[in-house]
């Protein structure tokens, strides 16, 4: 059976689900878990790409690196990259997700257009997708976060925090990247999406401190989405915890309800004119 074929309205909906933001949208995150349940290694390869980095480069060229200075304190290079492949990972799964696939069921498979012929409303459409997304880089966070407890890389107890900060990630990247999906045209459009994404990967300090790129550079690097869940995550899991972490959680909260709700108004501008 295909994902689009899946039927909506006989699915169960758990008590947790239905406090997500109406039973609509769990209901729709619960009919894209069906839809998944036989192909399951989809979802379970989005966790070896941070994984096979951090063996390849925290690991292999953390041994030529050694150490790094953060907050003047001296830590493996494997410990310093380790946090942003985290980060990175919650990007790349929620932009994934809330990209790729909502581009097909919204142009191709007309899944809305189904979903919206019932008493659901746009906006929980929306919350429905991101919510979809947070479950999968939520499975990823957790079982990165166990490979970096296994190796030695988590070097404080605000590390608990770091799951819940990965999924604030996520629910960045979700809102914004199914906003702008809901104005893509074609596929072609995609390419944006990976010349915004790829360059945040490399120079969002994931690999280097801050400090070495020329003060110019620094301020755009420090206004990017992925430098504040990077700053935040390597923050919670060395130690280095102040009032400054603060502003990353307010910027990337606001980045993903502002994201949410242009969401939630394009989908009905589309699909219910």
């Known amino acids: 059976m295909s994902?689009?074929?899946v039927p909506l309205r006989i699915l169960p909906t758990p008590l947790l689900l239905r406090r997500l933001g109406g039973r609509g949208s769990?209901?729709?995150?619960?009919?894209?878990?069906?839809?998944y349940r036989h192909a399951w290694?989809?979802?379970?390869?989005?966790?070896?790409?941070?994984?096979?980095?951090?063996?390849?480069?925290?690991?292999?060229?953390?041994?030529?690196?050694?150490?790094?200075?953060?907050?003047?304190?001296?830590?493996?290079?494997?410990?310093?990259?380790?946090?942003a492949l985290l980060?990175?990972?919650?990007?790349?799964?929620?932009?994934?997700?809330?990209?790729?696939?909502?581009?097909?069921?919204?142009?191709?498979?007309?899944?809305?257009?189904?979903?919206?012929?019932?008493?659901m409303r746009s906006g929980e459409v929306a919350l429905g997708e991101i919510g979809w997304a947070l479950l999968r880089g939520g499975l990823y966070a957790c079982a990165f976060m166990v490979i970096m407890l296994a190796m030695?890389?988590?070097?404080?107890?605000?590390?608990?925090?770091?799951?819940?900060?990965?999924?604030?990630?996520?629910?960045?990247?979700?809102?914004?990247?199914?906003?702008?999906?809901?104005?893509?045209?074609?596929?072609?459009?995609?390419?944006?999406?990976?010349?915004t994404t790829l360059p945040m990967f490399l120079f969002s300090a994931t690999?280097?401190?801050?400090?070495?790129?020329?003060?110019?550079i620094q301020i755009v690097v420090d206004c990017t989405p992925l430098y504040q869940g990077i700053a935040l995550l390597r923050g919670l899991t060395l130690g280095y915890v102040g009032p400054s972490l603060l502003w990353h959680v307010l910027?990337?909260?606001?980045?993903?309800?502002?994201?949410?709700?242009?969401?939630?108004?394009r989908i009905g501008r589309l699909l219910l004119r």
């Open 3 to 5: 994902e689009h074929a």
């Open 207 to 216: 690999f280097y401190p801050l400090s070495v790129y020329p003060r110019a």
């Open 251 to 265: 910027y990337l909260a606001a980045m993903g309800s502002a994201g949410l709700a242009l969401a939630g108004r």
């Open 87 to 119: 980060a990175t990972s919650a990007m790349n799964g929620a932009i994934f997700d809330s990209t790729f696939n909502i581009f097909f069921r919204l142009k191709y498979a007309k899944l809305y257009d189904a979903v919206l012929a019932t008493p």
């Open 152 to 195: 030695g890389l988590v070097h404080s107890v605000w590390a608990v925090l770091a799951i819940p900060v990965a999924l604030l990630i996520g629910f960045a990247f979700a809102g914004a990247g199914m906003a702008a999906t809901t104005f893509m045209r074609s596929w072609q459009d995609f390419e944006y999406v990976t010349l």
């Open 41 to 83: 290694l989809v979802l379970a390869s989005g966790f070896f790409e941070p994984l096979f980095y951090l063996l390849s480069i925290g690991v292999g060229i953390g041994e030529l690196v050694g150490t790094v200075s953060v907050a003047g304190h001296a830590i493996s290079f494997t410990s310093f990259v380790a946090p």
């Open 26 to 35: 769990a209901r729709l995150i619960e009919r894209h878990a069906r839809a």
